[in-house]
């Protein structure tokens, strides 16, 4: 316990140094400790279905690291620059790019990202899925934008493909997670560049709010199939948290998933790629239609189970945690609230930052 302790404390001091410097030397340093400490993270108590996950995440991360630091070099034998914040060439920034769509896991590989958690604990998953993707998506940030514009579209819209078409008929809570995760940061790799930084970080936050409770219940109570795991959906605070999360992660509205994809619309129409925002808005229905399925199943298979949990001594239990998780659930409810009226209604001032 105290090692993991000390291993999250250095993950979280390598993100910080990287979100406060502008010297590429000390960013790649960290960022390559970052990933061995999310190595070492992952490696607790491992099965052998684990063991190989976590190789291939070091495998793969090593190569965008590859890419990363020969573009570092590239550029500072071109131009003599070493500074994040300074004029790129375009076979730097193209090497640079590569490296941190690859630890993204997007198009036009994002299959060994889904593997990668597929073979993990939920709660070590979430290491994988939002933790190791803050620095990247910060540079990503910092560097998007400009003549390359349209291609980072592009791949952004190509990864929303692959995470909507694959999570057809998927019940895994694995593989759900990590082809939600893919279509979710496609949505951002494609809407950042026309962003503030305030809103890409509002979206990103969004995002975190919206996995969290499916992680945290798919842990909890260690069920690996949504409609399976039939022990697990007596409590109907369960049913109710997982349902509320992927419905959110499917842009339902009014939850925090629709307003999350209306400002990376609004940044893709702003940005003219109306095409596009069209297609998007198609994915979008898509995604939406296996997480409706998901919930109609969960919501229909065991609601005799639910209705009678409600009856006798589990009526008693069941109102414990409902208090529990009542005061969450209502701060939850209230942002989403919030966060829609600032977006969409007379204080939607977000959009001239």
């Not at 010297?23 to 993270?41: Q, R, Y």
């Not at 690859?102 to 889904?114: D, E, G, I, R, T």
């Not at 979710?184 to 026309?194: D, N, S």
């Not at 969290?212 to 199939?225: A, C, M």
Request: proline share 3%.
């Amino acid at each position: 316990m105290g090692s993991m302790f000390v291993y999250n404390v250095f993950l979280g001091f390598g993100i910080l140094v990287v979100l406060f410097s502008s010297n590429w030397v000390l960013v790649w340093v960290m960022i390559e400790l970052s990933t061995l400490v999310i190595v070492a993270l992952l490696s607790h108590r491992l099965s052998p279905r684990a063991v190989e996950s976590t190789s291939k995440y070091f495998i793969i991360q090593a190569v965008a690291s590859v890419f990363l630091l020969s573009g570092v070099l590239v550029r500072y034998y071109l131009l003599g620059e070493i500074l994040l914040f300074s004029e790129y060439e375009i076979f730097s920034y193209g090497l640079v790019m590569l490296g941190l769509l690859v630890k993204l896991a997007v198009f036009p590989n994002p299959f060994w990202f889904v593997d990668v958690v597929s073979g993990l604990s939920l709660f070590r998953s979430v290491y994988v899925i939002l933790l190791s993707k803050v620095v990247p998506l910060y540079l990503y940030v910092c560097l998007s934008g400009g003549l390359w514009a349209f291609w980072f579209v592009v791949v952004g819209v190509s990864s929303v493909v692959v995470g909507s078409v694959l999570g057809i008929n998927q019940t895994s809570v694995r593989k759900v997670v990590a082809l939600s995760s893919v279509s979710h940061l496609g949505w951002m790799v494609a809407g950042f560049p026309f962003l503030s930084w305030f809103l890409c970080f509002f979206v990103f936050f969004g995002y975190v709010l919206m996995v969290i409770p499916l992680v945290f219940f798919g842990g909890l109570f260690s069920f690996n199939f949504l409609v399976k795991s039939k022990n697990v959906y007596y409590n109907p605070v369960v049913v109710f948290c997982v349902v509320l999360s992927l419905l959110s992660l499917g842009g339902f509205p009014p939850l925090l998933g629709f307003f999350y994809k209306w400002i990376l619309f609004y940044g893709l129409v702003s940005g003219g790629f109306y095409l596009f925002s069209g297609v998007l808005v198609v994915l979008s229905l898509v995604s939406l239609f296996f997480y409706l399925q998901i919930c109609y199943s969960l919501c229909s298979v065991y609601w005799p189970e639910l209705k009678f949990s409600l009856y006798g001594g589990i009526f008693r239990s069941f109102m414990f945690s409902l208090s529990n998780f009542g005061l969450a659930i209502i701060s939850f409810c209230s942002l989403v609230l919030v966060f829609g009226i600032c977006c969409l209604g007379p204080l939607s001032f977000f959009w001239f930052f």
